[in-house]
């Protein structure tokens, strides 16, 4: 598994952005995709996550109902969409992925280079 995440950046307050993780190697639809995040002086920590069918979806509290998490397996890419983004979203992002023949796991083993999204208050 190789994972590659990308499309962080600047903007301000109540802004939108779009992260995107591709991987390369094992098949793609076989992964469990995730979404983690670390603030500068704080533990990483899990945002969303996606089973392999993109059924279903787990959120952290403070992000639900302003990021979706979703996936294309034709692409081999998983996506987070961030709305209404506020100065506590400041984080490097993470992509990760994990084997999981049903649900979201709770450990992860695969992870890829960070993206820097930083929101300005």
């Known amino acids: 598994v190789q994972l590659q995440a990308f499309g962080g950046g600047l903007l301000q307050a109540g802004g939108s952005l779009r992260l995107s993780c591709s991987n390369s190697?094992?098949?793609?639809?076989?992964?469990?995709m995730g979404w983690f995040r670390q603030a500068p002086g704080k533990d990483r920590e899990f945002v969303a996550g996606?089973?392999?069918?993109?059924?279903?979806?787990s959120y952290k509290d403070s992000v639900k109902g302003r990021f979706t998490i979703s996936r294309d397996n034709a692409q081999n890419t998983v996506y987070l969409q961030m709305n209404n983004l506020n100065a506590e979203d400041t984080a490097v992002y993470y992509c990760a992925a994990e084997v999981m023949g049903r649900g979201i796991p709770a450990m992860w083993g695969n992870w890829g280079q960070g993206t820097l999204v930083t929101v300005s208050s």
């Open positions: 190697g094992r098949t793609f639809s076989s992964l469990a």
């Open positions: 996606i089973d392999w069918s993109g059924h279903s979806t």
